[in-house]
Every structure is written in C-alpha cells, then in structure tokens.
C-alpha cells in the first residue's frame, strides 16, 4: 500500500503527497470579499500539503454563508484569488477553489438584503446568526423556483470558470455541511414536488445536473465533490439509512462515469459499512477525514492511506496550527496545538503567526 508522502494523480490533478488540506472556514475577508495579503501568506505557507483546499467560497453575493466569507464574483475577487494561487504555485504546490452555496445558512445581513433561498421554506435552526450588522435571528428561505435552479447553476459554472481563470488547478462543489446541494438530498429539507424532489433519485437530480455543467465548463478533471451523509447539522437531517443509501447512491451513480479528480467524504466513522460502500460505488479517487471538533493526527492519518481506507486524507486542524505538517509528520517531529479563539477572528494571529519547524525564509516573507 502507498504511504501519505507517496505522489498521486487525481484526474489532472499531480499531487506530491496524500495530505489534503480541508476547507477551512476563516473569516478574514472584508465584506467585498476580496482575498487579502493575508490570505496570500495563509495558503502558500501550507502548499506542502499535497492538496490546497481553499475555504468555501460564494458564487453570488446573494448565497453568503458567513462573515469574512471571501467570493468569487468580481473581477477584484477573481485577481485576488490569483495572488492566492500564484504564491501557492510558486511554493510547488496544488490548489483547489471549493464553491458553496449557503442554502439556507444564511441571513438578509449577509447577502445584501437578498432572503436566503433553498430547495423549499426552512432554517438551519431557531436560533441567531453573526451578521455584519451583528446577531440576527434566522430566517426562512424561499423556495427555489425553476429559474432560480437554472441561474444557481449559472452561478457555479461561472465562479468554476473564474477560479480556473484565475489559476486554481481545479474546484471542489460544496455538497455537504447542511449547505444548499445537501439540502436537496435530505427528505427533510427537499420536500419538493417537481423533478427536484420526492424519490432519492429526484432529490440527487440538481447535485448530478451541476456537477455535470461544471464539469463541461472547466473538464471533469478539475472537478471534485465534497459530501458528508449523516452529518445532520444545520437543518438537514439524514436519519434513515436505507434512504441515504438510496440517496446517495442515486448522486454518485449520476457522477461517477464523468472522471471526476476525486470524491472527498466527511464522515465520523471512516471505518463503517457506508465509508466503504460509497468508496465502492464511487470506484475513482476517494479522499476522506473524520468530521468537525477532531484533530486529525498522524496515526489516524497513516490508517487511511495506507490501510487502503482511502487515496488520500483530509485534514484540518492539524493544517491550520502547522503548516509544515506534512514535513514534520514526515520527521517525526512536534506538533503546535490549534487555537479554538483564532479560529473565526480577524488578523494574522491564528492565521499566519503559527510557527515552522524550521522557518523558511521564503514563505515568511509572502
């Protein structure tokens, strides 16, 4: 079996090793969305990792997830975005740029006083969310009509097309997290009475049609899917496994003869039956981490890959306290402990100021 420091091709992807960089939410955009030097430093000090995925990025400003959410609407966003990958490439590395959708997830405050909007009439919770005119209670969605699906898909073909134009090697599609595509999944969520919704195979129909658009824009080798089944976070829950499987056979079966760059799966269990079921079905690249609030660590790391659980491992805290992981994995060598605090705030610091086994004087200097 490989190791996590072996190459691997996925799609037309090259990447010098199994550790892939999970997309992270930062928040330290301004509300533009316009990457900043900061961002620039961020991501090219982790270009060791064999995979850079960016953190979610929205196609529209009506679909804003969160606060200091970076965008890939404008052409100010799309030059920022290519600082971010040119430094990323100057440091031998490969990134990818994850379009999302926020679906329900969101709020007037975010999105320019645009309702949020969603397979049908709901919100992630009962409770409020940071916006930037401070915490608001949530609101419904409206429900998507036929000529809101068509511009959605719009929206992710051409942020694909402005990511690779910008110099990502390819584009990670949100479909996981309680986000817009996972809402249509869940029986819950999608409770529609058109194509879209009803039988397993009409909730995965949207999932299927936009993958296959985006990868018709920018080659199916420079399209990934992220998805994380039983999640049940943010109002999308997944409860009934034969409906999961269902479900979640029907999406893959319409998107695994496309020759996707891989198929990335955040699930708690790396271990159980539906891990390697959807591994199988999928029969391409499979990257694969074990859920929110867990530090990935070599141990568990080494278990995936070369136990032959999946191509290659996900990681994300580890990635955000180190970004010399893979070396110091590779050595042996101590690991800096992520800082919960910094996670979400403004600045550098739990951002860039984490420090290097060894500092390289290139990368410090972004």
Same mark, same amino acid.
């Given at each position: 079996?490989?190791?996590?420091?072996?190459?691997?091709?996925?799609?037309?992807?090259?990447?010098?090793?199994?550790?892939?960089?999970?997309?992270?939410?930062?928040?330290?955009?301004?509300?533009?969305?316009?990457?900043?030097?900061?961002?620039? +430093?961020?991501?090219?000090?982790?270009? %060791? @990792?064999?995979?850079?995925?960016? /953190?979610?990025?929205?196609?529209?400003?009506?679909?804003?997830?969160?606060?200091?959410?970076?965008?890939?609407?404008?052409?100010?966003?799309?030059?920022?975005?290519? #600082?971010?990958?040119?430094?990323?490439?100057?440091? %031998?590395?490969?990134?990818?740029?994850?379009?999302?959708?926020?679906?329900?997830?969101?709020?007037?405050?975010?999105?320019?006083?645009?309702?949020?909007?969603?397979?049908?009439?709901? +919100?992630?919770?009962?409770?409020?969310?940071?916006?930037?005119?401070? +915490?608001?209670?949530?609101?419904?969605? #409206? @429900?998507?009509?036929?000529?809101?699906?068509?511009?959605?898909?719009?929206?992710?073909?051409?942020?694909?097309?402005?990511?690779?134009?910008?110099?990502?090697?390819?584009?990670?599609?949100?479909?996981?997290?309680?986000?817009?595509?996972?809402?249509?999944?869940?029986?819950?969520?999608?409770?529609?009475?058109? /194509?879209?919704?009803?039988?397993?195979?009409?909730?995965?129909?949207?999932?299927?049609?936009?993958?296959?658009?985006?990868?018709?824009?920018?080659?199916?080798?420079?399209? @990934?899917?992220?998805?994380?089944?039983?999640?049940?976070?943010?109002?999308?829950?997944?409860?009934?496994?034969?409906?999961?499987?269902?479900? *979640?056979?029907?999406?893959? /079966?319409?998107?695994?003869?496309?020759?996707?760059?891989?198929?990335?799966?955040?699930? @708690?269990?790396?271990?159980?039956?539906?891990?390697?079921?959807? #591994?199988?079905?999928?029969?391409?690249?499979?990257?694969?981490?074990?859920?929110?609030?867990?530090?990935?660590?070599?141990?568990?790391?080494?278990?995936?890959?070369?136990?032959?659980?999946?191509?290659?491992?996900?990681?994300?805290?580890?990635?955000?306290?180190?970004?010399?992981?893979?070396?110091?994995?590779?050595?042996?060598?101590?690991?800096?402990?992520?800082?919960? +605090?910094?996670?979400?705030?403004?600045?550098?610091?739990?951002?860039?100021? *984490?420090?290097?086994?060894?500092?390289?004087?290139?990368?410090?200097?972004?």
């Amino acid at each position: 079996m490989p190791t996590l420091f072996d190459p691997l091709t996925v799609g037309d992807l090259e990447l010098r090793n199994r550790v892939a960089m999970a997309p992270l939410t930062r928040s330290r955009a301004e509300e533009d969305g316009v990457p900043t030097d900061l961002h620039v +430093k961020y991501y090219a000090q982790r270009a %060791g @990792a064999g995979l850079v995925v960016t /953190e979610g990025v929205f196609p529209a400003f009506t679909n804003r997830a969160f606060v200091g959410q970076p965008g890939i609407v404008t052409d100010e966003q799309q030059a920022g975005w290519k #600082r971010v990958a040119d430094a990323v490439h100057q440091h %031998g590395g490969t990134i990818v740029m994850q379009i999302m959708h926020a679906g329900h997830v969101t709020h007037p405050g975010l999105t320019r006083g645009a309702q949020p909007e969603a397979p049908g009439a709901t +919100k992630p919770h009962n409770g409020q969310i940071r916006t930037y005119d401070g +915490k608001q209670d949530a609101v419904e969605a #409206r @429900a998507l009509t036929g000529e809101d699906l068509a511009r959605v898909k719009d929206e992710f073909v051409t942020a694909a097309r402005r990511a690779v134009d910008a110099g990502m090697d390819g584009v990670e599609l949100h479909n996981a997290n309680g986000y817009l595509l996972h809402e249509f999944l869940s029986p819950v969520t999608n409770q529609r009475t058109d /194509e879209y919704g009803g039988s397993p195979e009409a909730r995965a129909k949207f999932g299927i049609e936009l993958v296959h658009a985006v990868a018709a824009e920018i080659g199916a080798g420079r399209t @990934a899917l992220r998805i994380s089944p039983e999640h049940n976070i943010q109002g999308v829950p997944e409860t009934d496994r034969a409906d999961v499987l269902a479900t *979640y056979g029907a999406l893959i /079966e319409g998107i695994k003869d496309l020759g996707l760059a891989y198929l990335s799966v955040l699930y @708690a269990d790396i271990d159980g039956d539906l891990v390697a079921e959807l #591994r199988n079905r999928f029969g391409g690249a499979f990257f694969l981490n074990s859920g929110f609030g867990v530090t990935t660590g070599r141990a568990e790391a080494e278990h995936v890959v070369e136990d032959g659980v999946a191509d290659a491992v996900v990681v994300g805290r580890a990635l955000i306290a180190n970004p010399d992981l893979v070396t110091r994995w590779r050595d042996g060598l101590p690991e800096n402990e992520p800082n919960p +605090k910094t996670f979400y705030t403004p600045g550098p610091r739990g951002y860039t100021d *984490y420090p290097f086994a060894t500092e390289p004087a290139e990368v410090a200097s972004v």
